[in-house]
């Protein structure tokens, strides 16, 4: 069946400014990073995608429409470890993440610590605020943002950047559950997010809204990981060229 126009510009405006396709991503894949690095990463990654569910819980609270309920709520359970996604036993997502770190060589404590010793990029703190907005916001606005804009976008990401975590930097298949869960699970849960938005935004001024909203949720994270790349990549050679 033809797509209609509307899912047509919320496509679009993911693709435009997709994570995938950026500097970051782009070391990861070609192998110019290393465990310390990945491990940094799960530093700052972990204290976004351990406040998901609770954006998914407001959106939830404040939704009128029962079976857009027991979507969000089938999401924050899988996030939670409650239930499994798909295939997969169930388990608490950010765990999987701090284990994927604990392989690289970074201590769960100095993860969880990290926020109180004021070691978050300025970058994901504004990525995190975006969220804790857009989520208080009616559920036809806040899932764009969040579930469109922002997780859809999560399998194309790690499409790329996996395969290259096995032949590049040496980890093992089964070291990597947390990307692999996302590949698959992130697919379901952006389509139905897509159906969702399609069904309940149907004035022209509710779907301008959703595009704006999700053309901003892209925004944002190419921010953050705009900050990634400085404070990860280009810091660290530069200091490196001064030495």
């Given at each position: 069946?033809?797509?209609?126009?509307?899912?047509?510009?919320?496509?679009?405006?993911?693709?435009?400014?997709?994570?995938?396709?950026?500097?970051?991503?782009?070391?990861?894949?070609?192998?110019?990073l290393?465990?310390?690095?990945?491990?940094?990463?799960?530093?700052?990654?972990?204290?976004?995608?351990?406040?998901?569910?609770?954006?998914i819980?407001?959106?939830?609270a404040?939704?009128?429409?029962?079976?857009?309920?027991?979507?969000?709520l089938?999401?924050?359970?899988?996030?939670?470890?409650?239930?499994?996604?798909?295939?997969?036993?169930?388990?608490?997502?950010?765990?999987?993440?701090?284990?994927f770190?604990e392989?690289?060589?970074?201590?769960?404590?100095?993860?969880?610590?990290?926020?109180?010793?004021?070691?978050?990029?300025?970058?994901?703190?504004?990525?995190?605020?975006?969220?804790?907005?857009?989520?208080?916001?009616?559920?036809?606005?806040?899932?764009?943002?969040?579930?469109?804009?922002?997780?859809?976008?999560?399998?194309?990401?790690?499409?790329?950047?996996?395969?290259?975590?096995?032949?590049?930097?040496?980890?093992a298949?089964?070291?990597?559950?947390?990307?692999?869960?996302?590949?698959?699970a992130?697919v379901?849960?952006?389509?139905?997010?897509?159906?969702?938005?399609?069904?309940?935004?149907?004035?022209?001024?509710?779907?301008?809204?959703?595009?704006?909203?999700?053309?901003?949720?892209?925004?944002?994270?190419?921010?953050?990981?705009?900050?990634?790349?400085?404070?990860?990549?280009?810091?660290p050679?530069?200091?490196?060229?001064?030495?």
């Amino acid at each position: 069946m033809a797509k209609s126009a509307f899912r047509l510009a919320l496509e679009e405006a993911v693709t435009q400014r997709h994570s995938a396709q950026h500097p970051w991503s782009d070391a990861w894949a070609s192998g110019k990073l290393n465990r310390r690095i990945l491990g940094e990463w799960v530093k700052q990654q972990y204290h976004f995608v351990r406040h998901f569910s609770e954006w998914i819980a407001a959106v939830y609270a404040n939704c009128p429409h029962q079976e857009v309920q027991q979507f969000l709520l089938e999401n924050v359970a899988e996030e939670e470890g409650l239930i499994g996604s798909g295939d997969f036993k169930p388990v608490r997502h950010t765990e999987l993440l701090i284990e994927f770190a604990e392989i690289c060589g970074m201590p769960r404590a100095e993860i969880l610590a990290a926020e109180v010793k004021g070691e978050l990029l300025p970058e994901l703190l504004g990525l995190r605020s975006w969220c804790t907005v857009q989520s208080r916001r009616p559920f036809i606005e806040a899932l764009p943002g969040l579930l469109i804009g922002l997780e859809s976008q999560v399998p194309g990401i790690y499409r790329k950047t996996m395969p290259p975590l096995i032949e590049k930097y040496g980890f093992a298949e089964d070291e990597l559950a947390y990307f692999t869960l996302h590949i698959v699970a992130d697919v379901d849960h952006a389509e139905k997010g897509y159906g969702i938005v399609e069904k309940y935004a149907t004035t022209a001024e509710q779907q301008a809204t959703a595009v704006h909203l999700v053309k901003e949720a892209a925004s944002m994270r190419r921010l953050y990981i705009d900050g990634l790349y400085r404070a990860l990549v280009e810091q660290p050679k530069s200091k490196s060229l001064a030495a």
